[in-house]
């Protein structure tokens, strides 16, 4: 799998989108970038995927660069309960579900 | 279930014991992954079945790790010899198709004395 490279740490205001950058710059053709988040010591939850086109979810927006070497994550209006860790994958199909995590944005939404 | 239930939440040993660590998946999901995720640090990959075989161990540390999915449905993760390094919180994922989407347990927090 293509490696990811995130800014350890973000702040955003309440009430504000938070955008979240991750550059993967060596991604291949048919890898897909995932975004999970992991709130406090719970397990990862699965937020959006996409491959090349933009993709919007009850959740968040995911941008993708037309090159694909870079992405971003849309926390259109931040709340309190998003203050979380964020992990941007690049997962290949013929790995199946084997995601690579690395350490990730600590997000922290501030009132 | 509703969602992938792992037992024990919280296992203290001490170094030389052996650890079984169980992960009953959302009913239907077809493969089970484990991951160990250390204080700050993002989960690492173990090993997953698709059905009752394993179809990838590659992360497993060393031979004293081991798991099993006899019936295609519970896993048990083994911990031999356990190791104060061994001392994690251990996590497991079920997913019904090949997505990505990997819904994740609560976890088991081992604590090696």
């Known amino acids: 799998d293509a490696k990811t490279t995130q800014p350890p740490s973000m702040d955003c205001a309440e009430g504000r989108a938070a955008n979240l950058p991750c550059n993967h710059s060596?991604?291949?053709?048919?890898?897909?970038v995932y975004w999970y988040r992991q709130i406090h010591s719970q397990g990862p939850q699965y937020i959006i995927h996409g491959l090349k086109n933009n993709e919007t979810n009850e959740m968040a927006s995911l941008i993708i660069t037309e090159d694909r070497k870079s992405s971003t994550l849309i926390l259109p209006h931040a709340t309190l309960r998003d203050t979380a860790v964020y992990y941007c994958i690049v997962r290949a199909p013929e790995y199946g579900n084997k995601l690579v995590f690395g350490a990730g944005t600590i997000l922290r939404v501030k009132s | 279930g509703a969602g992938v239930s792992q037992s024990p939440r919280y296992k203290v040993t001490k170094r030389g014991q052996d650890v079984a660590l169980r992960c009953d998946p959302i009913?239907?999901?077809?493969?089970l992954y484990w991951y160990r995720q250390a204080l700050g640090q993002g989960p690492e990959f173990l090993t997953y079945f698709n059905y009752e075989a394993q179809q990838d161990k590659s992360g497993l540390p060393n031979d004293r790790f081991s798991a099993e999915r006899p019936e295609g449905s519970i896993s048990t993760l083994t911990i031999q010899r356990t190791e104060q390094r061994d001392s994690a919180m251990y996590r497991c994922?079920?997913?019904?198709?090949?997505?990505?989407?990997?819904?994740f347990g609560e976890g088991s927090r081992l604590t090696v004395l």
């Open positions: 060596t991604i291949s053709g048919n890898e897909y």
């Open positions: 009913s239907g999901h077809v493969s």
């Open positions: 994922a079920s997913t019904l198709s090949d997505t990505g989407e990997l819904f």
